[in-house]
């Protein structure tokens, strides 16, 4: 089992900053890929980032590729989104997933592990 907190949401104006943070616990997160999702009100889950077990592939979706930055810091078990020129459409809760896999996935179904999600809200 593999137990994922998410931390660093929060209220940013448009044009702002944050940086995400997702601490794992029970397993060594060295063999999962990982990933962000999110999900605004209303709409359904969607996915933002993700990387593989070592790093060396990363994938984003269009929207937020030159804003965003996932990384991972497999040694501290945690994996980090650092968004910056944040957009009022950014809105929603982010979720970080973890598959048990050494290539990352697009699709939340792929994922076998969540966390509780954290809020991000920017206001224009």
């Known amino acids: 089992q593999v137990q994922l907190v998410e931390s660093g949401g929060g209220l940013v104006q448009a044009g702002g900053s944050l940086r995400l943070s997702c601490a794992a616990s029970?397993?060594?997160?060295?063999?999962?890929?990982m990933a962000w999702f999110r999900q605004a009100p209303g709409k359904e889950r969607e996915f933002v980032a993700a990387?593989?077990?070592?790093?060396?592939?990363?994938y984003y979706v269009d929207s937020v590729k030159g804003r965003f930055t996932i990384s991972r810091d497999n040694a501290k078990n945690t994996v980090f989104l650092q968004m910056n020129s944040l957009k009022p459409e950014d809105t929603a809760v982010y979720y970080c997933?973890?598959?048990?896999?050494?290539?990352?996935?697009?699709?939340?179904?792929?994922?076998?592990?969540w966390g509780q999600g954290t809020k991000v809200t920017v206001s224009s």
């Open positions: 997933g973890a598959r048990a896999s050494v290539v990352a996935g697009l699709d939340s179904s792929e994922y076998d592990y």
């Open positions: 029970g397993r060594t997160l060295s063999r999962y890929a």
């Open positions: 990387i593989s077990w070592s790093g060396g592939r990363i």
